[in-house]
């Protein structure tokens, strides 16, 4: 069996997370289990293209589907995931503080010259 580095494994789940559907799928099921007609009407998603996005987390097992009465459902398989979106969360935060302490440094557009 060939082991993957540590490195290697996180850019794969950080590609997982790469699109602005599956971290509103993940938001959405930190919160509670959904029905996939839940996930439509707050995603707005054609059915397909979710289901191709669903597919793709169940792949990378952070997410895992069920039958409740007639209807699919999906929930977290990792509680953890809410943790992590928390995190990139607070991460962009920083960012965009440090962005905002950097502009005022900068003074205005006006001065660039001096």
Not at 56 to 68: D, K, M
Not at 93 to 104: E, P, Q, S, V, Y
């Amino acid at each position: 069996m060939v082991t993957v580095p540590l490195y290697e494994a996180k850019a794969e789940l950080l590609k997982t997370l790469g699109h602005p559907a599956r971290i509103r799928v993940l938001e959405l099921l930190s919160e509670r289990d959904h029905a996939v007609h839940e996930l439509l009407a707050e995603i707005g998603l054609e059915p397909s293209n979710l289901s191709q996005h669903l597919a793709v987390l169940r792949h990378a097992g952070l997410v895992h589907q069920s039958r409740s009465g007639g209807e699919v459902v999906y929930a977290l398989l990792i509680p953890e995931t809410r943790e992590l979106l928390l995190a990139a969360r607070s991460v962009l935060r920083n960012l965009l503080t440090d962005r905002d302490a950097l502009k005022n440094e900068l003074g205005p557009a006006d001065e660039a010259t001096r």
